[in-house]
């Protein structure tokens, strides 16, 4: 499985937009970019996946660029809730739903 | 329609000491893996039931075992406990090569 790499920890206010970019250079051409989101003393939560260009839902977008190294998790206008880690994980197509291989993740704190 | 659950939340043992952690799946779900999760690092995957059968494992030792029962809950067995064991354990359910959802975890503290 790709190594991922991202910033060990992140500050931002209430209402701004956050990015939280993750690097993935040996990403292989099966693989799919997933970021969980986990709160103290709870398991990580599915926020969003991709594979390439742009992805949205109701809680994040996630951008790929085009040799797929890296990506970027974007949060908008984050609130105090958003405090939590962030893990970016890339896995293959076969192995999704197999074994999730998490880093240390991206501590983001958001203050008022 | 109730998520992943684990019981017990919290659990106190202490070495040399085997510990049972209990795991019921969302419902329609029929893979369970476990995971721990140290202080202040991401969750390394431990194992993965399906059918019945450990399909898939990390690198753990042998004092690691789990059983997945017929109705896809899961157990995972801890024998010889070490301080180093002490962590939360995450449980996580997914349908077959799905999205997993994981439970609250337990936290197991070994003195």
């Known amino acids: 499985l790709a190594k991922t790499t991202q910033p060990i920890s992140m500050d931002s206010y209430e209402g701004q937009e956050v990015n939280i970019t993750c690097s993935h250079n040996?990403?292989?051409?099966?693989?799919?970019i997933t970021w969980y989101q986990q709160f103290p003393s709870q398991g990580p939560r599915f926020i969003i996946q991709?594979?390439?260009t742009k992805v949205t839902n109701e809680v994040a977008s996630l951008f790929i660029p085009a040799d797929r190294k890296s990506s970027t998790l974007s949060l908008p206008r984050v609130s105090l809730s958003d405090t939590a880690v962030y893990y970016c994980?890339?896995?293959?197509?076969?192995?999704?739903?197999?074994?999730?291989?998490f880093g240390a993740g991206t501590i983001l704190r958001v203050k008022s | 329609d109730a998520g992943v659950t684990q019981s017990p939340t919290h659990l106190i043992k202490t070495r040399g000491q085997q510990v049972t952690l209990r795991c019921s799946p969302k419902?329609?779900?029929?893979?369970v893996s476990w995971y721990q999760q140290a202080l202040g690092q991401g969750p390394q995957f431990i194992f993965q039931?399906?059918?019945?059968?450990?399909?898939q494992r990390g690198n753990f030792p042998d004092r690691f075992s789990g059983h997945q029962f017929p109705n896809y809950s899961s157990e995972l067995n801890v024998n010889a406990l070490l301080l180093g064991d002490s962590a939360l354990y995450l449980c996580?359910?997914?349908?077959?090569?799905?999205?997993?959802?994981f439970g609250p975890g337990t936290r197991l503290t070994v003195l």
């Open positions: 994980l890339v896995a293959t197509g076969m192995e999704y739903g197999n074994k999730l291989v």
């Open positions: 039931y399906y059918e019945e059968e450990e399909r």
């Open positions: 040996n990403i292989a051409t099966n693989d799919y």
């Open positions: 996580a359910s997914s349908p077959f090569m799905g999205e997993q959802f």
């Open positions: 419902s329609g779900h029929d893979t």
């Open positions: 991709g594979y390439k």
